[in-house]
């Protein structure tokens, strides 16, 4: 998740860049589409500024700004494609991923997108610009880059086991780890082996155990004799006896 994130933070660093320099961007789309006789539709594909900028731009500064601006969407969608693979989600996350790809698909229509606040980049162009030329074009890449924030805010509230796939290999230790749990307390619970003083110690105790036990046993058996009429008579005094 941390290389996702330090990914995302890259993306964002050269989107800071390019948006600082966001007329000269619409100026290089205005001078293609007129090089390219193509006026009045709007700019609604990235298919379509790939176009303008492989056959329809005369300058070095348009094309490093158009390239720019491809290059950030190209990072976007490669960055989509490896979260799908290396990470597993719910509905929501999945969906968020599939919506971010479909904006960024070269033959995706952008002219009714339009990004909000706090992103101001459709306050920049007036109003026909806004609404009939680059109001979608300036828009799809802040509108990409919430809907990663959005996917990393929930992904993070997802189970660790629940993460990743198996092709990233986390899945499969992850569920493998209860299995082998119980096999480690198991060893953890074996007692250990009783040292051999101990062992001497226990059959001095066995010994005098059986000592005591076998005197019990000769008084018992002399009280028995005792009872059962072995006894001596009674007492009589010394003298004459009948």
């Not at 706090?118 to 806004?130: G, Q, Y």
Request: with cysteine; proline share 5%.
């Amino acid at each position: 998740m941390n290389e996702a994130k330090e990914a995302l933070r890259n993306i964002e660093q050269n989107y800071k860049l390019f948006l600082q320099q966001q007329f000269t961007f619409i100026g290089a789309l205005q001078h293609t589409r007129e090089n390219a006789r193509d006026t009045i539709r709007p700019v609604a594909s990235i298919s379509q500024v790939q176009s303008y900028m492989d056959h329809h731009c005369n300058n070095s500064t348009d094309r490093r700004i158009l390239s720019m601006f491809l290059n950030i969407c190209n990072d976007l969608s490669k960055l989509c494609h490896k979260l799908e693979t290396v990470y597993s989600g719910n509905n929501i996350t999945n969906g968020i991923l599939e919506r971010c790809k479909m904006l960024l698909s070269h033959s995706n229509d952008l002219s009714a997108i339009r990004a909000k606040y706090p992103h101001d980049v459709v306050n920049h162009l007036s109003c026909d610009e806004a609404k009939n030329r680059y109001g979608g074009v300036v828009s799809l890449i802040p509108v990409v880059l919430d809907c990663l924030k959005e996917w990393v805010a929930h992904t993070e509230k997802l189970p660790r086991r629940a993460l990743y796939n198996v092709s990233g290999g986390s899945a499969a230790s992850e569920k493998r780890a209860p299995q082998g749990a119980p096999a480690r307390a198991a060893v953890s619970q074996t007692p250990p082996s009783v040292r051999p003083e101990a062992q001497i110690s226990t059959r001095n105790k066995d010994n005098v155990q059986v000592q005591g036990s076998e005197r019990v046993r000769k008084k018992n058996l002399n009280d028995t004799e005792n009872h059962s009429g072995k006894l001596k008579g009674p007492w009589k005094p010394p003298g004459r006896h009948a």
